[in-house]
Every structure is written in structure tokens, then in C-alpha cells.
């Protein structure tokens, strides 16, 4: 292995996990949630971190799939990596909606269209690689929590329409609110078949404490960004599609906020059980980010939630769960700050020389 700074930085793009665009993600949320709660110099720092790691991010990508394309074979036939891509939708559309409170509606309505045709491609293609073509029976043995992501990229789409829709008119206001309502739809029943096969695996297979890793947040985040999505619908202009989901979507989001707030206690007590009581270490890793976004994205979705239902008790909630969420996401950058130091920028320390016992 090379020493070298050109070394390590090729063996640091080999490696990159198709997962690292939660950062865009968690960054993304939290400068939305901060814009929403009147912070607005903080939402701009947060709206900066994440435009560098967007397109730090997007550049990184696409030299792995020139240098490195064995490595992006291997991920897209991983059940337990493959699912990660799904990242870079999410991250593109938080990005986006993100870009549209400061009324940069053409850049957002351009990225939408990366990422819903995106979408769409790795919808059908990575449950195909990952889990369908596979010889190895079981592949529920593989079940983690990155296979929520996929829920989270098409809640991300619905989202990023519903956002569009309201400035748009005629044919594209209708077409926005299709694919606004068909893809959170595909997203909730998405949801349930994710829940089962993770719930499958959970029951049927033995649940070392090193499995309960990060990404099984992502099943509270799922549950948030269907929230979200859904209160961002219910927010949209009139079109014949708002009008025939918009009740239905409205009572289908508070009972989700519902799920996700549940499932807080549950993730905490997991951690707990991994980290406190089977003593597994706790040090950065790229998939923290999977549980800064869905704390970032709960408080979103509560101050979301509130404003278009009139519910100020889950919009308090989701101002409390704001704070929560940006310490942890100051700590978990500058854990990551500290890791590249340490693993990329600085050599690694020298062999020191066994003393001689003669």
C-alpha cells in the first residue's frame, strides 16, 4: 500500500461507500430546519457545508466510476452497500428544496430532474444486482436498515415536486402534483415491504451486536421524510391530483410523525445495547451520517407537520428536535474533519523497531 498523500487519497476514493451523499442529506435538512426556525445566518453556513459536499461528493462519484469501476460493480451487487446509492437521490432533492427557499426555483427544478430520472433507473436496478440476481439463498440474511434509503430517494422526489408545484402553472403544475402524490406513494408502500424484510431478518437470523449498525436509523428518517413530503403536498396548489390525496395523505402523515417519534426510544435503547452494553467502540464512521439525517429530518418534518395541519404541539416538538440535532451534527463533523487528518492527510506513523534482547 502507497504512503504517499497520491496514495491515500486514491485508496480513500476506492473505498468511498455509496453512502457518504447522507452528509448532503443531514447538512441539507438542517439548513432547511434552520431557515424554517428564523435562523437564518446559521442556515446559510449549514446551506454552504453542503453545496462543498455535494459537488465534493459528485466529483469524488464519478472518478471512482472511471478509475475504479470494479469497486461500483461490487457495491451494486452488495444487498448491504448497493442501497446506499439511493443517497445521492436524497441528497440531490434536500439540496434542492433547500435551494428553493431562496427562490432558486430553475436550479432546483433541474436537480429534481437528475434525481427523479435517477430514481427511477436505480428503482428497477439495484433490487435487480442486489437482491434478485443473487445465487446465495437467503438474501433476507442481508436485510439492513440502508434498504429504507430507497424510501427515503422517492419521498425525496415528492417532496422536491411539491415544493415546485405551488410556483408552476397549468400542464407543469399538473404534472408536478403526479408525480409529487406517485412517487410519496410509492414511498410509503416501499416502507412496508422494507419494514418486512428488515423485521424478517431481525427475527429469523441472529442479531449480533455489531449488526444494530447506524443505518437502521434510517427507518425513523423513512418515516420523517414521509412526513415531510406529505405536509409539503398538502401544502401544494390546487390540481386534480392535490385534490383527490390531499386528505388522505394529510391523516397518513400525522400517523407516520407517530411511527418515527415511537421508534426514537427504540433506536436510543439499541445503541445503548450495542455501544454501552456489548461495549462495541464508538468512532467515525462514514454511516453516522445515517442517523444525524433522520434527527435533522424529524425535526423538519415536525415543523412541517404543524404548520400545515395547525398542530403547534408537534411543531414545539420539532423545534426542540432541531438543537438535538445540530450538536450532533457538529460532532459527528468534527469526528469526520479529524478521521480524513488523520487517515489521509497525515502519513501514517512509522513502524517503531523491535529492541533488541541479546
Given at each position: 500500500m502507497s504512503e504517499s498523500l497520491a496514495g491515500r487519497v486514491q485508496q480513500a476514493v476506492r473505498g468511498l461507500t455509496p453512502?457518504?451523499?447522507?452528509?448532503v442529506m443531514a447538512s441539507g435538512i438542517l439548513s432547511i430546519g434552520m431557515h424554517l426556525a428564523g435562523r437564518v445566518t446559521m442556515s446559510l453556513a449549514l446551506l454552504v457545508v453542503c453545496g462543498i459536499a455535494y459537488v465534493s461528493l459528485v466529483v469524488l462519484t464519478l472518478w471512482r466510476l472511471m478509475a475504479y469501476r470494479d469497486a461500483i460493480v461490487d457495491d451494486f451487487i452488495d444487498p448491504g452497500r448497493a442501497f446506499g446509492f439511493f443517497t445521492f437521490i436524497a441528497g440531490t432533492n434536500v439540496f434542492g428544496v433547500r435551494l428553493a427557499l431562496d427562490g432558486l426555483h430553475t436550479v432546483t427544478a433541474g436537480l429534481l430532474a437528475v434525481a427523479a430520472l435517477t430514481w427511477v433507473v436505480l428503482g428497477y436496478v439495484i433490487p435487480w444486482t442486489a437482491v434478485l440476481s443473487r445465487t446465495q439463498r437467503p438474501v433476507i440474511t442481508a436485510a439492513n436498515g440502508t434498504w429504507f434509503i430507497w424510501v427515503v430517494a422517492s419521498q425525496s422526489v415528492a417532496a422536491s415536486a411539491a415544493t415546485l408545484e405551488p410556483m408552476a402553472t397549468g400542464y407543469t403544475r399538473d404534472v408536478l402534483a403526479v408525480v409529487a402524490v406517485f412517487s410519496w406513494s410509492v414511498g410509503v408502500f416501499l416502507y412496508a415491504s422494507a419494514g418486512v424484510f428488515v423485521a424478517a431478518r431481525m427475527l429469523l437470523y441472529e442479531l449480533r451486536p455489531i449488526d444494530l449498525s447506524p443505518p437502521y436509523w434510517v427507518a425513523m428518517g423513512a418515516a420523517a421524510?414521509?412526513?415531510?413530503?406529505?405536509?409539503?403536498?398538502?401544502e401544494m396548489a390546487d390540481a386534480p391530483m392535490v385534490a383527490a390525496t390531499r386528505g388522505l395523505i394529510s391523516g397518513a402523515s400525522v400517523v407516520f410523525w407517530a411511527f418515527a417519534t415511537w421508534l426514537i426510544p427504540v433506536l436510543v435503547a439499541a445503541g445503548w445495547w450495542r455501544h454501552w452494553r456489548h461495549h462495541i467502540p464508538l468512532g467515525y464512521e462514514a454511516t453516522l451520517w445515517s442517523i444525524i439525517f433522520p434527527l435533522g429530518m424529524y425535526a423538519a418534518a415536525g415543523l412541517y407537520l404543524?404548520?400545515?395541519d395547525h398542530l403547534p404541539i408537534v411543531s414545539g416538538i420539532g423545534h426542540g428536535e432541531?438543537?438535538?440535532?445540530?450538536?450532533?451534527w457538529v460532532l459527528t463533523f468534527v469526528a469526520m474533519v479529524r478521521n480524513l487528518v488523520r487517515t489521509v492527510a497525515l502519513p501514517?506513523?512509522?513502524?517503531?523497531?523491535?529492541?533488541?534482547r541479546d
Open positions: 453512502g457518504y451523499f447522507a452528509l421524510i414521509t412526513v415531510l413530503a406529505g405536509a409539503r403536498i398538502v404543524g404548520r400545515a432541531l438543537w438535538v440535532a445540530f450538536a450532533a501514517p506513523p512509522a513502524s517503531r523497531p523491535v529492541p533488541d
